[in-house]
T-cell receptor, first 113, second 113 residues
């Protein structure tokens, strides 16, 4: 059974700092991995999706990487801003499934001005 | 930009009552999902729905739960007899045929008293 873990659970950084959020998964036979942002009491906003055949995806200041063999993905945020403060979730989709996602518990990021 | 919408945003109900949570997915999406998030816990998969039938369901999705898409637009989750432990945020999500990325609605907060 796939387990997704995110470390650290919380992270506080000063504005402008580059940072890395970590996601690990136990079953390397994933179909894809998706990163989300969740603001308090709100829904999930999709940030990036990496297919199993890809090693990384970029969107603006965000870069996500995937290493299936080691069961790890990272989300790199460049030049962090207070508006980046939110909880970041990673979720894996198993191969052969109908797309149901298995989520980590998230990393709560706080960017201080 | 098209969005997934959910109603109501907050529902309070008494234990044992039936509730129906409603979702309007993005119009060209074909795969639909319900997830839930108990306060402070991971987002958990409940059920996936494709071609007017359930394609996968989790252990959480027992006989008390049902889903339907009665009119080709609304996608509903019904809980027949709510329990205290059903209190959670319920998210609807969808994706297209070729798209792998899932798009989530803002959620319905269900409180069972």
């Amino acid at each position: 059974k796939q387990e997704v873990t995110q470390i650290p659970a919380a992270l506080s950084v000063p504005e402008g700092e580059n940072l890395v959020l970590n996601c690990s998964f136990t079953d390397s036979a994933i179909y894809n991995l998706q990163w989300f942002r969740q603001d308090p009491g709100k829904g999930l906003t999709s940030l990036l999706l990496i297919q199993s055949s890809q090693r990384e995806q970029t969107s603006g200041r965000l870069n996500a990487s995937l290493d299936k063999s080691s069961g790890r993905s990272t989300l790199y945020i460049a030049a962090s801003q207070p508006g980046d403060s939110a909880t970041y979730l990673c979720a894996s989709q198993a191969g052969g499934s109908q797309g149901n996602l298995i989520f980590g518990k998230g990393t709560k990021l706080s960017v201080k001005p | 930009e098209p969005e997934v919408t959910q109603t109501p945003s907050h529902q309070v109900t008494q234990m044992g009552q039936e509730v129906i949570l409603r979702c309007v997915p993005i119009s060209n999406h074909l795969y639909f999902y319900w997830y839930r998030q108990i306060l402070g816990q991971k987002v958990e998969f409940l059920v996936s729905f494709y071609n007017n039938e359930i394609s996968e369901k989790s252990e959480i999705f027992d006989d008390q739960f049902s889903v339907e898409r009665p009119d080709g637009s609304n996608f509903t989750l019904k809980i027949r007899s709510t329990k205290l432990e059903d209190s959670a945020m319920y998210f609807c999500a969808g994706r297209g045929q070729a798209l792998l990325e899932q798009y989530f609605g803002p959620g319905t907060r269900l409180t069972v008293t």
